[in-house]
């Protein structure tokens, strides 16, 4: 006997206020019981909730179903599977990996990494919105910005690089071969092309967060990794240089080990040194500027 949507809500508010114990027995059975599972689900996000669907993919979680009172049906019916529950209220309308807080368990297994290159590439291709092969704007930032930053570290060791290589959507770049084409590093385009190697090496080979980048950046990186020529060619050899065109104003000179040729003799040094001492009591040190220390 089917059994209407209004009468499925009125017991599933029963339940939820304790003015029962429990749904009756088999009601969450066969076909009958997935369509009453449908519809509480869908009043619950809809209608208890308020939720968009933005809102599913970040708060839907096994915790939000047991506070209201659906874990019996979430374990018995459904294997535990928060996406299976929404995906039979929604059918299609949800990837499993979009439910930010539904992934703990969703990249084990045999089929784990397979999973994995396609959530990566439904996030460059579909929620990026990026087709083309230009995919340098696909940085570490931006996975962590969306939340995907935990398929890095469980399958790529954090490195953008590796992930979108394994996930089909980059080749190599040129400047990974063992030589450049003639006049790659030259002129204006040269130098685009350097921004996008210097960009490529911080966020997808090393992987560090954009505040680590003095730590992990010398002038042995860029030729650890094949750049030295690039960053001779285009930023007179000074890692400060490269990495402040690709991320300007984030940086001192003085944070790279050694400043660029001539920084601290040249006709600026006296303003130079009063930066840098500034930088070192005020921003590193931290002390209080309202008895300054005279330089």
Known sequence: MLTTDDAVIAIYEDVLHERVHAFPPYFFTGEEGLRCAAVIVRYLVEQKLGWAREDVCEHLSRETLDEFRLAGMVKSYFGGSVFAVLDNAYPGEYLAWE???????????????????????????????????????????????HKMDGILHKFYGMSVWRALEDAGLVQSYPWESAKTPNHYWQGEQGREHAEAAVRWLVEQKLGVSIEDIPKAVRFTTFKDYGLDT??????????????????????????????????????????????????LVYDKLQLSREAPPVF
């Open 99 to 145: 439910l930010v807080r539904a992934r703990r368990a969703l990249f084990s297994g045999a089929d784990g990494q397979d999973l994995a290159r396609q959530a990566i590439r439904w996030f460059v291709r579909d929620k990026l919105a990026l087709q083309g092969d230009d995919l340098s704007g696909v940085s570490l930032e931006v996975f962590m910005q």
């Open 230 to 279: 690039m960053i001779k060619t285009v930023f007179g050899g000074s890692p400060f240089r490269a990495i402040d065109a690709v991320y300007p104003g984030r940086f001192r000179p003085w944070q790279f080990g050694c400043a660029p040729q001539g920084f601290w003799s040249g006709p600026d040094k006296e303003r130079h040194i009063q930066e840098a001492m500034e930088w």
